[in-house]
């Protein structure tokens, strides 16, 4: 059971760039549609469950979200650099290292031999799936990067993305909450803060109709996330987070299918492939328990 719910995230958030995507905007109007979609989420479960909140609790969630919102935001820059079938399985790639290295080294979730060698497979076949769904196809008509322009923004993005992602569910792990919903609140106030300041430092009016829209992109969100801090109380941060990246499946073949994203036979191979890989990975991750 812990398993399954460790795998909504994975189709809550495998679906957040497509919804995005129709919804449209620029990154900063889906970011700021998210934080208060999300906000409306966890006001809605704050009344439902009435969870204890106190000062470590409101500090760190208030944390927490900021740091979502520079993730969320420089994900949305990188998908409209190089696309949400590359930008996602990339970023993908870069959160599984450095969050399962954070487990597992500053959490000691993984103590047996078991554990560590099953584990390690699993994150070698995770992270090859997202990198083989990367990979460019230098001669394809549909490449119109041919400089690396593009890409490097993207990259660039995708960088400051994964520190932010990092900083969001680390400090969370740390704070060692006995009910991981107490923190779903002060979390949301803290991301629509994050997507607030993210906005106006672009100098752009943030309350456009893009922003509405994106209201639904973050109880989709919210829902994803109330479901990983569940499973991360029950099966670590390295399990939780882990299976949750598993929805690039969802993000990457519905970006091609749905959003029109054009590919190569070679880089639709790769894709292919690479999604293989990432379900592997994530299969073998729920018998490191």
């Given at each position: 059971m812990n398993i399954l719910v460790a795998l909504i995230p994975a189709i809550a958030w495998g679906s957040i760039g497509l919804i995005s995507g129709k919804l449209g905007g620029n990154p900063y109007q889906q970011t700021l549609g998210m934080t208060l979609g999300a906000f409306v989420f966890s006001v809605g479960l704050f009344l439902v469950v009435r969870p204890y909140i106190d000062l470590k609790i409101l500090i760190v969630g208030?944390?927490?979200?900021?740091?979502?919102?520079?993730?969320?935001?420089?994900?949305?820059?990188?998908?409209?650099?190089?696309?949400?079938?590359?930008?996602?399985?990339?970023?993908?790639?870069?959160?599984?290292?450095?969050?399962?290295?954070?487990?597992?080294?500053?959490?000691?979730?993984?103590?047996?031999?078991?554990?560590?060698?099953?584990?390690?497979?699993?994150?070698?076949?995770?992270?090859?799936?997202?990198?083989?769904?990367?990979?460019?196809?230098?001669?394809?008509?549909?490449?119109?990067?041919?400089?690396?322009?593009?890409?490097?923004?993207?990259?660039?993005?995708?960088?400051?993305?994964?520190?932010?992602y990092l900083g969001y569910t680390v400090i969370v792990k740390w704070g060692n909450f006995s009910n991981p919903v107490s923190i779903i609140l002060p979390q949301s106030i803290g991301m629509v803060i994050g997507g607030l300041i993210l906005a106006r430092g672009q100098g752009k009016n943030p309350w456009a109709k893009p922003t509405?829209?994106?209201?639904?992109?973050?109880?989709?969100w919210g829902i994803g996330n109330a479901a990983m801090f569940i499973a991360m109380s029950k099966v670590g941060?390295?399990?939780?987070?882990?299976?949750a990246q598993t929805g690039i499946i969802i993000s990457t073949i519905g970006s091609i299918v749905f959003l029109g994203e054009h590919k190569s036979k070679r880089e639709l191979f790769y894709t292919v492939l690479g999604c293989l890989l990432v379900i592997a990975g994530g299969v073998s991750l729920g018998f490191v328990q």
């Open positions: 208030l944390l927490s979200g900021m740091l979502w919102a520079v993730g969320q935001g420089n994900q949305f820059r990188a998908m409209t650099n190089i696309g949400i079938s590359k930008a996602v399985p990339m970023s993908t790639g870069m959160q599984l290292f450095f969050n399962t290295l954070a487990g597992v080294l500053v959490f000691h979730e993984w103590q047996t031999t078991k554990q560590i060698s099953l584990g390690s497979i699993a994150l070698i076949l995770l992270i090859t799936g997202a990198t083989f769904t990367s990979l460019r196809d230098k001669h394809s008509v549909y490449n119109k990067d041919s400089d690396g322009t593009e890409f490097s923004k993207g990259l660039r993005a995708l960088i400051i993305s994964t520190a932010g509405a829209k994106n209201i639904l992109t973050g109880i989709t941060l390295a399990i939780s987070y882990s299976l």
